[in-house]
C-alpha cells in the first residue's frame, strides 16, 4: 500500500501563494488528490490527478487557482495555489488511489470518489488571513 507525506503548508495574506508536497512511498499510485477539511466541515476534494500526470481533476472553488502536478522520477505530487483567498484555510490532506478513485471523480465527483481513497496522510495547515 502506498503511504503519502504531505508538507509544505504555512500562513499567508489573501492573494498569496504557497506550494504543498506530497511525497509516495515507494511509488505515485494510480490517482493522487489532495482533499481539505476546515473547522466544522466535511472534507472536500480539491485536486486529482491520473498516473502519467495526463488528466487532472479540480473543484470549482478553485480551478484557475490552484494546479496539481506529479514528479514520476521522484515519486511527488504538488499543489501550487495561487491567489489565496481566507476560505481556502483548512488542513490540506493527500491522498491516494486506485484508477478507480479517478474514474469516479471524473464521473461523480470527489465527494462519491473519497471512500476510493485508500492511503492518506496526516495532514498539512493552510491559513490564510490578513
Known amino acids: 500500500q502506498v503511504k503519502v507525506m504531505e508538507s509544505g503548508g504555512g500562513s499567508v495574506q489573501p492573494g498569496g501563494s504557497l506550494r504543498l508536497s506530497c511525497a509516495a512511498s515507494p511509488v505515485i499510485d494510480s490517482c493522487m488528490a489532495w482533499f481539505r477539511q476546515a473547522p466544522g466541515k466535511q472534507r472536500e476534494g480539491v485536486a486529482a490527478?491520473?498516473?502519467?500526470?495526463?488528466?487532472?481533476r479540480y473543484a470549482a472553488s478553485v480551478a484557475g487557482r490552484f494546479t496539481i502536478s506529479q514528479n514520476n522520477g521522484v515519486n511527488m505530487v504538488y499543489l501550487q495555489m495561487n491567489n489565496l483567498k481566507p476560505e481556502d484555510t483548512a488542513m490540506y490532506y493527500c491522498a491516494a488511489g486506485t484508477l478507480q478513485a479517478c474514474n469516479t471523480w471524473s464521473l461523480s465527483g470527489p465527494d462519491i470518489a473519497l471512500p476510493y481513497f485508500s492511503s492518506w496522510g496526516q495532514g498539512t495547515q493552510v491559513t490564510v488571513s490578513s
Open positions: 490527478i491520473y498516473a502519467g500526470g495526463a488528466r487532472t
